[in-house]
C-alpha cells in the first residue's frame, strides 16, 4: 500500500532555532499534501495544504512566515518551524492523498520539544 | 464547512467486551467518512471509510462502521475488544482530501 513517511520522528530544540521536518511520499507522488498539528490530549488540526511548484494554502490563524512549507517535488514535501518557541512544541503530521477513492496516507508524526 | 463531533471522550471497556463508539458530523455537501487509529506518539491508521453504496462498512482488526445519513452518525463498532485495542479513536470527514476530526475517543481495555 501506499507509503508516507515522515522525518525525523523526534527533535528536541533550543528556542530561538529553526526545525525543518520532512515529509515524502515513497511509492507514489503527491501534488499536494496536509500538515496537520496535534497539541496533547487534543485532536488534530490542519495547518496548511503544500501545493507542489506553488505557494502553501494556510488556514486561519496559522502564521505563515512561522511556519514554512516547501513542496519542491512531487515526492517531498517540508515543514521549518522558525524562531520555535515553547508554545510551539506539538506532534506535526503530515498526510498526502493518493487519489484513489479520496484516501489519504499519514506519515509517523513528529514530536517537537522546545525548550 | 464540515464538521465532527465525538460523543465520548473516554471509554473504559473490559476485554471480550463489545465496544461503540458514537460519532456524529455535519456538513452542507457530500462527504466521506472515517474513523482512524492512533496509538501512543504514532501516527494515524485507517481503520475504515465510508463513501458510498452499503452502509455498513467492515475495517480492519474486527471493526466496522455504519453511516446513518437521516441521523447524521457514523458509529464505531466492535463485538469483542483485545487489551491491544488500546488507542486513541478518531472519526473524520473529508471534503477535496482534507480533514476535519472530531476530539477523538480515548478507549481503555482492561483485563
Redesign the interface.
Known amino acids: 500500500g501506499a507509503v508516507v513517511s515522515?522525518h525525523p520522528s523526534?527533535v528536541i530544540c533550543k528556542s530561538g532555532t529553526s526545525v525543518k521536518i520532512e515529509c515524502r511520499s515513497l511509492d507514489f507522488q503527491a501534488t499536494?499534501m496536509?500538515w496537520?498539528r496535534q497539541f496533547p490530549k487534543?485532536?488534530?488540526?490542519?495547518m496548511a495544504?503544500s501545493n507542489e511548484g506553488s505557494k502553501a494554502t494556510y488556514e486561519q490563524g496559522v502564521e505563515k512566515d512561522k511556519f514554512l512549507i516547501n513542496h519542491a517535488s512531487l515526492t517531498l514535501s517540508t515543514l521549518t518551524v522558525t524562531s520555535a518557541h515553547p508554545e510551539d512544541s506539538s506532534?506535526y503530521?503530515c498526510?498526502a492523498?493518493t487519489g484513489a477513492?479520496?484516501?489519504?496516507?499519514?506519515?509517523?508524526?513528529t514530536?517537537l520539544t522546545v525548550v | 464547512a464540515q464538521s465532527v463531533t465525538q460523543l465520548d471522550s473516554q471509554v473504559p471497556v473490559f476485554e471480550e467486551a463489545p465496544v461503540e463508539l458514537r460519532c456524529n458530523y455535519s456538513s452542507s455537501v457530500s462527504v466521506?467518512l472515517f474513523w482512524?487509529v492512533q496509538y501512543p506518539?504514532?501516527?494515524?491508521?485507517?481503520l475504515l471509510?465510508y463513501?458510498s453504496g452499503s452502509t455498513l462498512v467492515k475495517g480492519i482488526n474486527g471493526f466496522e462502521a455504519e453511516f446513518n445519513k437521516s441521523q447524521t452518525s457514523f458509529h464505531l463498532r466492535k463485538p469483542s475488544v483485545h487489551i491491544s485495542d488500546t488507542a486513541e479513536y478518531?472519526c473524520a470527514v473529508?471534503y477535496d482530501?482534507?480533514?476535519?476530526?472530531?476530539?477523538?475517543t480515548t478507549v481503555t481495555v482492561r483485563a
Open positions: 515522515q523526534w499536494t496536509f496537520y487534543q485532536s488534530l488540526m490542519l495544504t506532534f503530521i498526510s492523498p477513492l479520496a484516501e489519504a496516507f499519514f506519515g509517523q508524526g514530536r | 466521506y482512524y506518539n504514532q501516527g494515524l491508521q485507517l471509510k463513501l478518531f473529508s482530501y482534507k480533514l476535519s476530526f472530531g476530539a477523538g
